[in-house]
Nanobody
């Protein structure tokens, strides 16, 4: 059984930073895609950042230059560094991984709140 365990969310003031982690465990095989999504109340879930085949990265325009995605292949873990946080970054953040067998798995979500 595959599990994704997220950590690192919390409350931070505008301009602050957080680091999210998502560790995949279980028999998942080769992971081709790891991504972070977020969903604010009343909004659709959106892709924030992703890393494909361990090297190709994507960032939503709203986070470019502020967020950084990285991956530890040995530990099947993906990180999201959030810098220069804004109130509009407030949301539940979810990680998703996709295996080479095209199976997808989601984390349980971690809350990020940016306010003064």
């Amino acid at each position: 059984q595959v599990q994704l365990v997220e950590s690192g969310g919390g409350w931070v003031q505008p301009g602050g930073s957080l680091r999210l982690s998502c560790a995949a465990s279980g028999t998942i095989g080769s992971i081709t895609f790891m991504g972070w999504y977020r969903q604010a109340p009343g909004s659709q879930r959106e892709l924030v950042a992703s890393i494909f085949n361990a090297r190709d990265t994507y960032y939503a325009d709203s986070v470019k230059g502020r967020f950084t995605i990285s991956r530890d292949n040995a530990k099947n873990t993906v990180f999201l560094e959030l810098n220069s946080l804004k109130p509009e970054d407030t949301a539940s953040y979810y990680c998703k991984v996709r295996s080479a067998a095209l199976r997808e798995y989601w984390g349980q979500g971690t809350q990020v709140t940016v306010s003064s």
